[in-house]
């Protein structure tokens, strides 16, 4: 089955959830009733959030705290707070939903911890000012990219030995994945690019440009068929859409202001974005590639995940 018709089989999400970095908070909304908003205090300036395998719990990095929240989705409750060291930016998972992986901005470092003991597995130094952090798909690697060195460390996922580091543009800040694990997307936020990566060479095969110095990209979002990059511009105020087969950006769908965060619904159709100055999060119909409107939760959103 590919990519694409796993995601079709897969229910509709119920909830868009947004991380409140000023609030301390999660914001869920309702899909079906946006407007009606349950809220969950999670701890010190929540930003990165990654969903488990089994889609029952999020985990979130509270990057005040030195901490990974627990959040039980069907609940909408805070049951655990795990210790991850210092200042978490962001936060991975395994496939098996058995180890988070974090980065850990202020000390340089990347740290993995089993979840069900909460003993670290692994902490391995990286680039300076760590803040992006994933895991490929058949979860073999894990990348982590650094803000001040422009570089992309990798790791091997189940001993956390450093199997390499490459550089690419400036400020390197997120990366997500092709579902068959040969290709990585980095966005550059000074660069104004995104490098396209061979993840089995681990090393830049191509760069987009996004557009100049004033557009920012930030967060990342893939089509289920591996032929769109949808891309946050923060400074811009607009998603830019990615042709991955031309390697050029064929539309700009204006948001809200700077937005950081993405996630795309299961069907392809909608992207919601956390806009992180309007206190919202925007709601985008890729298809027809305009904004059809948005959330008002107040605080600063960050981060953006879709929950079944």
Avoid: C
Avoid at 188 to 205: H, Q
Avoid at 206 to 221: F, K, N, Q
Avoid at 235 to 246: F, I, M, P, Q
Avoid at 281 to 300: E, F
């Amino acid at each position: 089955m590919t990519a694409a018709a796993r995601a079709a089989a897969q229910p509709p999400e119920r909830w868009i959830v947004a991380s409140d970095e000023a609030g301390d908070r999660l914001v869920a909304a309702s899909v079906r009733a946006p407007n009606a908003l349950t809220i969950v205090a999670v701890g010190g300036r929540p930003r990165g959030m990654a969903l488990a395998p089994n889609g029952r719990l999020l985990f979130v990095a509270l990057g005040r705290d030195d901490a990974v929240a627990v959040v039980d989705v069907d609940r909408w409750r805070l049951v655990d707070r795990i210790p991850v060291g210092r200042d978490p930016e962001q936060v991975a998972v395994s496939r098996d939903g058995r180890t988070i992986f974090v980065s850990n901005e202020e000390i340089a470092m990347a740290t993995a911890i089993d979840v069900a003991t909460k003993r670290q597995r692994f902490r391995v130094a990286v680039g300076v000012e760590p803040e992006g952090i994933g895991v490929t798909p058949d979860g073999a690697k894990v990348y982590v990219t650094g803000e001040t060195d422009s570089s992309v460390t990798v790791l091997d996922a189940a001993t956390g030995r450093r199997a390499g580091t490459f550089h690419v543009g400036a400020r390197p800040r997120f990366v997500v994945f092709s579902s068959d694990s040969r290709l990585a997307y980095v966005s550059t936020e000074n660069g104004g690019s995104v490098a396209i990566v061979d993840v089995a060479r681990d090393s830049v095969v191509g760069t987009i440009p996004i557009g100049d110095g004033s557009t920012r990209p930030t967060g990342l979002a893939l089509s289920a068929d591996g032929r769109l990059l949808y891309v946050a511009n923060g400074r811009s105020n607009e998603v830019a859409v990615v042709d991955l087969g031309s390697r050029r950006v064929t539309t700009r769908i204006p948001t809200g202001q700077r937005p950081w965060g993405v996630a795309l619904s299961s069907d392809g159709r909608t992207l919601y974005t956390a806009d992180g100055r309007s206190g919202a999060i925007g709601v985008l119909d890729v298809t027809a590639g305009r904004s059809v409107g948005s959330i008002t939760i107040g605080g600063r959103p960050y981060g953006v995940v879709l929950v079944r």
